[in-house]
Structures are given as C-alpha cells and as structure tokens.
Nanobody, 127 residues
Framework: QVQLVESGGGLVQAGGSLKLSCAAS????????MGWFRQAPGKEREFVAA????????DSADSVKGRFTISRNNAKATVYLQMNSLKPEDTAVYYC????????????????????WGQGTQVTVSS
C-alpha cells in the first residue's frame, strides 16, 4: 500500500508560480512511475505530467510544456511539480498518483493506469 499526500496549492495571480509536493509513504514507492493529474470544475480529470522512478525520464501535456516541470527526490520519497507562468485555465484540483509499473510498461498519461492517488490540492489562478 502507498499513501500520497499533496501540498503546496493556493491562490496565485496569473503569471505567478507555485510548487506542489507529493510525499509518498509505503512499500517500494520509490520504484513507481509517478504522475500529476488535474481536474477543473465541470471537467474530467486530465494528465499533467509524469516521471520515471529514476527521474531520468519525464513527459507532460502539451498545455503545460515549457511552463511546468516534474521532478522527484527518492531520498525524500517526494515528487514535485514546479508550475511557472500560471494561467487562469490552470485552476484545478491537482492530484498526485503512483503506478507500480516501470516507465516503459506504464501508460502514464492514462488515469486508469494508476493504483494510488492523493487527496488533491487546490490551485487557483486569478486573472
């Protein structure tokens, strides 16, 4: 079992930055593919970014490329999402998720791929 706890959300003006953290605990969590998803009001949850267990491989949605960066520190069992140049359309609840499959076997952009989820953290970007 893996427990995930997100933090770092809040209210920020357009053009600002936030850094989300996801603290993982539980067996073998450092070997998992990790992802960030988000869900805006009235919309489906969507993929934001994912990272391999080593941190050497990442991918992100086109809507956030060049603005958001995913990283991880396995010594701290924590995954991060650095969000820069935030836009009002980035407003959503952001969720951290863990997939037991390694990167090469993970459909990491697919919500159903992930076995474990955090409770989410709200990010609100004002215009």
């Amino acid at each position: 079992q893996v427990q995930l706890v997100e933090s770092g959300g809040g209210l920020v003006q357009a053009g600002g930055s936030l850094k989300l953290s996801c603290a993982a605990s539980g067996r073998a969590s450092n070997t998992y593919t990790m992802g960030w998803f988000r869900q805006a009001p009235g919309k489906e949850r969507e993929f934001v970014a994912a990272i391999s267990w080593s941190g050497g491989t990442t991918d992100s949605a086109d809507s956030v490329k060049g603005r958001f960066t995913i990283s991880r520190n396995n010594a701290k069992a924590t995954v991060y999402l650095q969000m820069n140049s935030l836009k009002p359309e980035d407003t959503a609840v952001y969720y951290c998720a863990a997939d037991r499959n390694p990167w090469g076997s993970s459909a990491y952009a697919t919500e159903g791929e992930y076995e474990y989820w955090g409770q989410g953290t709200q990010v609100t970007v004002s215009s």
